[in-house]
């Protein structure tokens, strides 16, 4: 499966990720991903949203 947003060498800066899994995921819980995308667009709280950004590494 080829990601649709590719990685950086860098993390995002002020973004904390603790999944571990995630083929984006960097030691010190930071996301190298060039962006994130949070979906769906008419959510009401965070129990509603999804990160889309997520691929777990063994899907890679």
């Known amino acids: 499966m080829q990601p649709r ?35 769906p667009p008419n959510s009401n709280n965070s129990e509603e949203t999804d990160c889309i950004t997520f691929i777990p590494h063994d899907m890679v």
Do not use: L, M, Y
């Open 5 to 39: 947003i590719s990685k950086s060498n860098q993390p995002i800066g002020r973004v904390k990720c603790v999944v571990d899994n995630c083929h984006f995921w960097a030691s010190g819980n930071h996301c190298t991903a060039q962006e994130i995308e949070i979906q």
